[in-house]
């Protein structure tokens, strides 16, 4: 069986160390040496000014949108993983889906301005597969109507455009670190922002909203990473930049395998990004391979090779959400298109290269 995906992990003995380290202070969660550790470390290693930490990416988001204060509408793709619009729903804001462009399936900047209303009040993109979205126009946007920016750049970890970290970007950008994604902690999560007072907000709502031991702040919720999940992440930081260079290769590989195949469309490779590869997807143009993505997705299935239809459905087909106007297919024509082509390939640190030959050879064979 190989699964679109499978987690890097350090070496064990090394984990069992710091659990009995964790075990001997009795010091479990709530800001512990652990937690004080990882946050810093990670902050220099993503080349970021303020980290704070998270049980996990939805309670990152929804908490990002409570500490700026986000109402109203928010302008927002339907080709994520359905946590990006589900922070908005549980913080009473209503998602406006914008269409996506098709080279990077990012929100497509030139279509967001029909969409702004006197109740928008935030952006709300995504680093789709880690490619950045085009940052410049989106900020020039949210400039001249006065929106915040806020990044669900779950896919993005540690990714850098002309050398700088693409969480630099907007006002604030999300992290996950769940067991799918490149970097893990078991579950877990981030909010990156770029000045100490916000961090405080963001630590301060994270933690029931607790300034202090006598003092709330605000209506704040449980959304503390663990003293467990912080050193597992600590531990990772060791191993990440290897862990990347294995993805990158396998990433190559299926280029390579796969660029000259008809019908069989990849994502351009843009030459001022460093990317830490999280999925490795392809677009099966039905006219001109033969056969629907899905007959592709069938056929590796049958070969024990489990691809992933990232994004499908759209996030505007699930029931809360496709009886809004911005839900219907007409507004969201490029969107349509591509979660009908979609399939994202197996792509993790230690897939053998003979597995990344037969899954190109099944694809390859397909072909009509
Ligand atoms: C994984 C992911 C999330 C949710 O993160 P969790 O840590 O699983 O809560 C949100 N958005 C995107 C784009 C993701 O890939």
């Known amino acids: 069986m190989i699964y679109v995906t499978r987690p890097s992990l350090p070496p064990f003995e090394e984990f ?53 204060r986000i109402t109203g509408e928010v302008i927002t793709t339907p080709y994520s993983f359905v946590a990006t619009t589900h922070a908005l729903h549980w913080n009473g804001i209503t998602p406006v889906f914008c269409d996506i462009e098709p080279n990077y399936c990012n929100m497509d900047p030139e279509k967001i301005e029909a969409l702004i209303t006197p109740r928008t009040t935030a952006i709300l993109p995504v680093h789709v597969y880690g490619n950045p979205c085009d940052v410049d126009r989106i900020q020039e946007i949210a400039d001249r109507y006065g929106l915040k920016v806020i990044y669900d750049a779950c896919h ?9 970290s693409i969480l630099n970007y907007g006002d604030l950008s999300i992290l996950s670190f769940h067991a799918t994604k490149v ?43 663990n003293e467990f999940q912080a050193a597992l992440g600590l531990l990772q930081l060791k191993y990440v930049d290897e862990v990347v260079r294995n993805r990158r290769r396998i990433w190559d590989i299926y280029q390579q395998r796969l660029s000259n195949i008809e019908g069989v ?22 006219g001109i391979f033969g056969r629907s993505r899905d007959e592709v997705y069938d056929a590796l299935r049958k070969h024990g090779i489990y691809p992933r239809r990232y994004f499908y459905p759209l996030i505007s ?19 349509e298109r591509v979660t009908k082509e979609v399939l994202c ?22 072909q009509k």
């Open 183 to 225: 970097f893990t902690t078991f579950e877990g999560g981030a909010v990156v922002c770029h000045d100490e007072k916000m961090k405080k907000r963001i630590d301060f709502l994270k933690n029931f909203g607790f300034a202090d031991e006598v003092t709330v702040v605000g209506p704040g919720i449980n959304a503390k990473m």
């Open 265 to 286: 469309r990849l994502i351009k490779r843009n030459e001022a990004v460093s990317h830490t590869p999280q999925y490795f997807p392809i677009f099966i143009e039905r």
């Open 16 to 68: 069992i160390e710091i659990l009995r380290d964790i075990w001997n202070s009795r010091w479990l969660t709530n800001d512990g040496p652990y937690h004080k550790m990882f946050e810093k470390a990670l902050g220099e290693y993503l080349g970021v000014k303020y980290v704070s930490l998270f049980a996990n990416g939805t309670l990152a988001l929804v908490t990002a949108l409570q500490a700026l």
């Open 317 to 335: 087909q699930f029931p809360p959400y496709r009886g809004l106007p911005s839900a219907s297919p007409a507004n969201l024509p490029v969107a």
């Open 345 to 366: 390939l197996p792509l993790y640190s230690d897939l053998p290269e003979e597995s990344v030959e037969f899954v190109c050879e099944v694809i390859q064979r397909m």
């Open 156 to 164: 993005a970890f540690g990714v850098k455009i002309n050398g700088e």
